[in-house]
């Protein structure tokens, strides 16, 4: 079966939902929640994304391409939080066995990988993934009383479960969610929801004002070893630039880019890196840069950057292995390049995502414990669910 192709970007989906949802998106501080996100993922989809809605007394779904039912199940009238005791969001994306085989976000790869037992893609696909689709954060938006969120999220939960089932899907999951977010786990679980453990994810919320008290705040031996890496890349010829994404950048960072997935023993579609850097272009303007690493004047690495508001999203990277030997050009990158631009532009955190944990973790991050949540709509699906180590 051969994908469609990605449906043309839309701005009629998002404004069709009600007045107060749309602000609750704008209000958003987290970039995998944001309109523009929301813009990078309708722009890459194969398949619309599914929006989900709880306003008041109200509930819809709209599909990303503007042909759902956004307006039919329900306008809401802007008041719903604060009169129906809260309204809440969530974007949901398709995953099918034809999807891009990314064991971080295709359900079946996803806890095949996570070591809990080969699940067949037909038993728990096609998969609804609620809150987003890109690994370190489920993302789930409400306002209203705090009393009512966790009636207000099983209410969400609830009826994204009836919209992805009647499109057809074996599940719907949220693969990171908080695992403090008692109240998004309370929703889940009255829905019959299987909790497994997910990746943990790391932010680096920056001391001081300058890379000097990001060093001064580590361990006395390892702000030593820090200091002699720079030295060493600066002997070794590496010089590390930061600026805004361009066309021409997808051409010889994209190829990089899956050779660091095939390193691990993972896959990924050309075609969806490609786009997805596109959308970065056309979505996110000059919050999407490049860092751009070079020795002796060639390229030989990047890490994709992107920001919102005050935090800086690491996202993808690539570097040729054998053009960086001896010398620690990745830790260079994303540690001493990456902090010293946030330093300097403002930003207060840098988000990490997931993998790598020690590293991160000496090197000041904070680990956020993540919960995968995993709710059958199959006969199929629970009984592959049961079957989990």
């Known amino acids: 079966m051969t994908p469609s192709p990605a449906p043309a970007p839309s701005a009629e989906a998002l404004d069709a939902l009600p007045v107060s949802v749309q602000t609750l998106i704008g209000g958003t501080g987290h970039l995998y929640a944001s309109?523009?996100?929301?813009?990078?993922?309708?722009?890459?989809?194969t398949e619309p994304p599914l929006y989900a809605w709880v306003d008041g007394d109200s509930a819809g779904t709209g599909a990303g391409d503007g042909?759902?039912?956004?307006?039919?199940?329900?306008?809401?009238?802007?008041?719903?939080?604060?009169?129906?005791?809260?309204?809440?969001?969530?974007?949901?994306?398709?995953?099918?066995?034809?999807?891009?085989?990314?064991?971080?976000?295709?359900?079946?790869?996803?806890?095949?990988?996570?070591?809990?037992?080969?699940?067949?893609?037909?038993?728990?696909?096609?998969?609804?993934?609620?809150?987003g689709r890109r690994p370190g954060h489920s993302r789930v938006l409400t306002t209203g009383r705090p009393e009512a969120r966790a009636a207000l999220l099983t209410r969400l939960v609830g009826h994204a479960a009836e919209a992805a089932a009647a499109r057809g899907a074996a599940s719907l999951a949220a693969l990171y969610c908080d695992r403090s977010d008692d109240?998004?786990?309370?929703?889940?679980?009255?829905?019959?929801?299987?909790?497994?453990?997910?990746y943990t994810s790391f932010v680096l919320d920056l001391p001081g004002s300058s890379w000097d008290d990001w060093l001064a705040s580590l361990p006395r031996k390892r702000r030593q070893n820090e200091i002699h890496d720079s030295r060493k890349l600066a002997e070794s010829g590496v010089h590390y630039s930061i600026?805004?994404?361009?066309?021409?950048?997808?051409?010889?960072?994209?190829?990089?880019?899956?050779?660091?997935?095939?390193?691990?023993?993972?896959?990924?579609?050309?075609?969806?890196?490609?786009?997805?850097?596109?959308?970065?272009l056309d979505r996110l303007g000059p919050d999407a840069l490049l860092l751009r690493a070079e020795r002796d004047?060639?390229?030989?690495?990047?890490?994709s950057l992107v920001?919102?508001?005050d935090t800086l999203y690491l996202r993808q990277a690539g570097f040729d292995q054998e053009a960086c030997a001896g010398t620690p050009v990745y830790f260079g990158a994303v540690f001493h390049a990456a902090v010293q631009w946030a330093y300097a532009h403002g930003i207060t955190s840098v988000d990490y995502s997931i993998s790598a944990d020690e590293v991160k973790l000496r090197r000041g991050c904070r680990a956020l414990e993540r919960?995968?949540?995993?709710?059958?709509?199959?006969?199929?699906?629970?009984?592959?669910?049961?079957?989990?180590?």
């Open 67 to 131: 042909d759902g039912d956004s307006a039919g199940a329900g306008t809401g009238t802007g008041r719903g939080g604060a009169d129906g005791g809260g309204t809440a969001f969530a974007a949901a994306y398709r995953f099918d066995a034809d999807s891009n085989p990314w064991p971080y976000a295709r359900l079946d790869l996803f806890l095949r990988q996570l070591g809990l037992g080969e699940v067949a893609a037909d038993a728990v696909l096609p998969a609804y993934l609620l809150g």
């Open 371 to 389: 919960d995968a949540w995993i709710l059958p709509l199959s006969q199929g699906a629970r009984d592959a669910l049961r079957a989990l180590r």
């Open 183 to 198: 109240d998004l786990a309370a929703a889940f679980a009255a829905h019959g929801g299987v909790r497994v453990d997910s």
């Open 307 to 309: 920001r919102k508001g």
């Open 35 to 45: 309109r523009d996100w929301l813009r990078v993922e309708e722009q890459v989809a």
């Open 243 to 280: 600026a805004p994404l361009t066309h021409a950048d997808i051409d010889w960072i994209v190829p990089l880019e899956l050779d660091l997935y095939s390193k691990y023993g993972n896959d990924y579609l050309v075609d969806e890196a490609r786009a997805l850097h596109r959308a970065y």
């Open 297 to 303: 004047g060639a390229p030989v690495g990047f890490v």
